[in-house]
């Protein structure tokens, strides 16, 4: 069974500050997703990732993928309260029919104060 | 917004009841997935339907059942409901299902069993 792990759970952090959010996960893939979810609001897709190695970046957000040891990263430079939510990575693995749902990670509940 | 469209927003039901969640995926997306999120057991894929047909399952319940009509709407089907069935309920679409997509979600359906 697939298994992605997220840490920490709970961050918070102040404004202007540097952090890196980890997702482990436990089975061979090369497709992993970062997606944000606001309060009582839906899942808005950040970055996707398909090779290893892999790096992108959105703003204060910059994402990578490493393959081999089965982990990526979400790095948050000089942080704004804006980016106060809930980040969640997911990993998509291949079915029988295609490529099967994703698996979630538990989030990381980021809290950025001034 | 994602595109995709889900009613109701908020149902409250009963134990023992049976309710239909609905979803209507971006247009010209064909792959539509299933997404139960609580607080307990987190974002837990359910079900995955391409162009009418079912192409992979997750941890769906025997009580819990979807179908994806030729309009490609879908429909997501909860019977016997138990108070551990409340939850919000994601709907999401990509194009076709296959690897590599991102997925794109709606704004979900809050399910509380009273």
């Known amino acids: 069974e697939l298994k992605v792990e997220q840490n920490p759970l709970f961050l918070s952090m102040q404004e202007g500050k540097n952090y890196t959010i980890y997702c482990n996960y436990s089975?061979?893939?090369?497709?992993l997703y970062w997606y944000r979810q606001d309060p009582g609001k839906s899942l808005e897709s950040l970055f996707v990732l398909l090779s290893n190695g892999a790096v992108k970046q959105e703003g204060r957000l910059m994402a990578s993928l490493d393959t081999k040891a089965r982990l990526s990263t979400l790095h948050i430079t000089a942080a704004v309260h804006d980016l106060s939510a809930t980040y969640f990575c997911a990993v998509e693995v291949d079915g029988w029919g295609g490529a099967d749902g994703l698996t979630f990670g538990k989030g990381t509940h980021l809290i950025i104060q001034p | 917004d994602s595109g995709v469209t889900q009613t109701p927003k908020h149902l409250i039901t009963a134990t023992g009841q049976r309710v239909t969640l609905r979803c209507s995926p971006r247009s010209g997306d064909l792959s539509v997935y299933w997404y139960q999120q609580s607080l307990d057991q987190g974002l837990q894929f359910l079900i995955q339907y391409y162009n009418g047909e079912e192409r992979a399952k997750g941890n769906i319940l025997e009580r819990f059942s979807a179908q994806q009509f030729p309009d490609l709407h879908s429909e997501l089907n909860l019977s016997s409901l138990e108070l551990g069935d409340s939850a919000l309920y994601f709907c999401a679409s990509s194009l076709d299902g296959g690897a590599g997509q991102p997925q794109h979600f709606g704004d979900g359906t809050r399910l509380s069993i009273l």
């Open positions: 089975t061979t893939s090369d497709r």
